[in-house]
């Protein structure tokens, strides 16, 4: 497979390829015409920031509103809706903390907040740092030759604006990315803590430390 990224030709080999193309709406088969509900131009039913449809009293949440595609993100949608209708006396709208995915492949894929094309796109001054699975001695001990984790800081506020990891038990890992990003942390709370030995958190921690070393010398 022969792939263009950022200018760079890469090179890939396998023996198999997946082509995953997506998902569409099936909203054509529900009849929409004979109600007050009305679809975008891809197919997905327009909502506002309570996640009511067109149609006052009816709601819509998941796959179908086309915002995004993951079990863990409707239930956090079928959650506020829950609020908003049974516990809450006055609504307020629905905001959504970072919302990550993974991919349950060998090894596994987990990702985040914004990819380095998106912060270059947006203009958006940012340090990358990466480190291996084998820097550390978990990874070591796991024989992970191919794993890592990258980060991306915000050069000014050091607050994590994304996060991808590739390796064993990435799902998992991204965890410690989602919680600080959820709660407005910064490089230096993600350095605060005292990690575990040997663990793969180190590995988070360790691209913390490069990404530190990288804003300290830019400055």
Same mark, same amino acid.
């Given at each position: 497979?022969?792939?263009?990224?950022?200018?760079?030709?890469?090179?890939?080999?396998?023996?198999?390829?997946?082509?995953?193309?997506?998902?569409?709406?099936?909203?054509?088969?529900?009849?929409?015409?004979?109600?007050?509900?009305?679809?975008?131009?891809?197919? /997905?039913?327009?909502?506002?920031?309570?996640?009511?449809?067109?149609?006052?009293?009816?709601?819509?949440?998941?796959?179908?509103?086309?915002?995004?595609?993951?079990?863990?993100?409707?239930?956090?949608?079928?959650?506020?809706?829950?609020?908003?209708? /049974?516990?809450?006396?006055?609504?307020?709208?629905?905001?959504?903390?970072?919302?990550?995915?993974?991919?349950?492949?060998?090894?596994?894929?987990?990702?985040?907040?914004?990819?380095?094309?998106?912060?270059?796109?947006?203009?958006?001054?940012?340090?990358?740092?990466?480190?291996?699975?084998?820097?550390?001695?978990?990874?070591?001990?796991?024989?992970?030759?191919?794993?890592?984790?990258?980060?991306?800081?915000?050069?000014?506020?050091?607050?994590?604006?994304?996060?991808?990891?590739?390796?064993?038990?990435?799902?998992?890992?991204?965890?410690?990315?989602?919680?600080?990003?959820?709660?407005?942390?910064?490089?230096?709370?993600?350095?605060?803590?005292? /990690?575990?030995?040997?663990?793969?958190?180190?590995?988070?921690?360790?691209?913390?430390?490069?990404?530190?070393?990288?804003?300290?010398?830019?400055?």
């Amino acid at each position: 497979i022969e792939a263009i990224s950022q200018g760079k030709t890469i090179l890939l080999q396998s023996e198999a390829l997946l082509v995953a193309t997506g998902i569409r709406p099936n909203t054509d088969l529900l009849n929409l015409q004979n109600t007050n509900i009305q679809t975008d131009k891809n197919g /997905y039913i327009v909502v506002n920031e309570y996640l009511e449809t067109t149609s006052p009293g009816v709601y819509a949440l998941g796959d179908i509103t086309g915002k995004y595609f993951y079990r863990h993100s409707v239930n956090f949608e079928g959650e506020f809706l829950f609020r908003t209708l /049974y516990q809450e006396k006055k609504r307020t709208p629905i905001e959504y903390p970072p919302v990550p995915h993974a991919v349950f492949t060998h090894p596994q894929i987990a990702k985040v907040g914004k990819t380095e094309e998106e912060l270059i796109q947006e203009g958006i001054d940012y340090v990358a740092a990466k480190n291996s699975y084998s820097a550390s001695a978990t990874g070591m001990a796991r024989l992970s030759d191919s794993g890592f984790v990258k980060i991306l800081i915000d050069k000014k506020s050091k607050k994590v604006l994304g996060a991808h990891v590739i390796g064993d038990e990435a799902s998992n890992l991204i965890h410690l990315f989602i919680l600080l990003m959820t709660m407005k942390g910064t490089l230096d709370d993600l350095l605060k803590m005292i /990690y575990v030995h040997p663990a793969l958190p180190e590995i988070a921690r360790n691209a913390a430390r490069k990404a530190k070393e990288l804003l300290q010398s830019k400055k």
